[in-house]
DNA sequence: GACCAGGCACATC
DNA sequence: GATGTGCATGGT
């Protein structure tokens, strides 16, 4: 039990060191790119494996066609859609699942973000997990990013980092992942905001499936010998 | 042409 | 509970 204990802190503490590095290398991210929470969560879930730039084209589609909002995309034959955001990749999985998050948003709380983000968190956090094609890093995202709640989001670029600094093993469940942070770190929306645009700034650049740790500025604090 | 991207559901053992 | 597979566009 205390060594349990001891191991966690020590973990911890290199959650804390990680961010101090990471900010002072890259600064401010301004996260997450959308102009509504209600854009943002859209965006969590077109992101899904695909790259940012993919989904910024679907997301102007939906703007052009003046249909990105609730009313819009509920109206709208999933077909319709899947036109729409194909530049996202995963094009008619994604429609059936923006389809989903919004009959849940209409039937559940009037098709209004606001009155989402009025839930209780743990309630919310559940229920958008039932909703077909929300896993835990969509909902956490959206938890996060679209209605600011201290949920921390973990994201393949997070349990590359921590596996190749030893404190995690990679496929450890997501949860276990979640609690390192939240049992680590103040409970701040801004902070886990900004921490985990973070772990993806430094995973781009430097921790892809083949990494670059030799040029990552977090190599000092590296524990095992660089692959 | 190969590799990768801010996952998830579902089938199967 | 672990492991494998389909889903798809677009940038490097």
């Given at each position: ?76 034959a ?24 919004i ?14 983000k ?7 956090r ?55 942070f ?46």
């Amino acid at each position: 039990m205390e060594h349990q204990a001891s191991q966690e802190s020590s973990a911890g503490k290199k959650i804390s060191d990680i961010y101090k590095t990471l900010s002072e290398t890259f600064g401010l991210q301004h996260w997450w790119p959308g102009d509504t929470p209600f854009e943002v969560a859209i965006g969590a879930i077109l992101t899904q494996n695909t790259n940012w730039g993919n989904v910024e084209k679907a997301i102007n589609n939906l703007k052009t066609a003046r249909s990105l909002n609730a009313k819009g995309i509920y109206g709208m034959a999933e077909s319709e859609l899947a036109v729409l955001i194909r530049p996202a990749g995963y094009f008619n999985i994604k429609a059936r699942r923006v389809k989903s998050f919004i009959g849940f948003l209409v039937e559940d709380y009037h098709g209004s973000m606001e009155k989402m983000k009025e839930e209780d968190l743990r309630t919310l956090r559940e229920k958008l997990l039932e909703v077909n094609g929300i896993g835990p890093e969509t909902a956490d995202s959206i938890l996060l990013y679209a209605l600011e709640k201290p949920v921390f989001v973990i994201d393949a670029y997070t349990r590359r980092v921590l596996s190749r600094h030893g404190i995690m093993d990679l496929d450890e469940s997501y949860e276990v992942f979640q609690h390192l942070f939240h049992s680590s770190l103040k409970k701040d929306v801004k902070y886990y905001n900004e921490y985990h645009a973070l772990f993806v700034r430094v995973g781009k650049l430097y921790c892809r499936p083949k990494p670059l740790c030799h040029l990552c500025p977090l190599k000092d604090l590296l524990l095992v010998p660089i692959p």
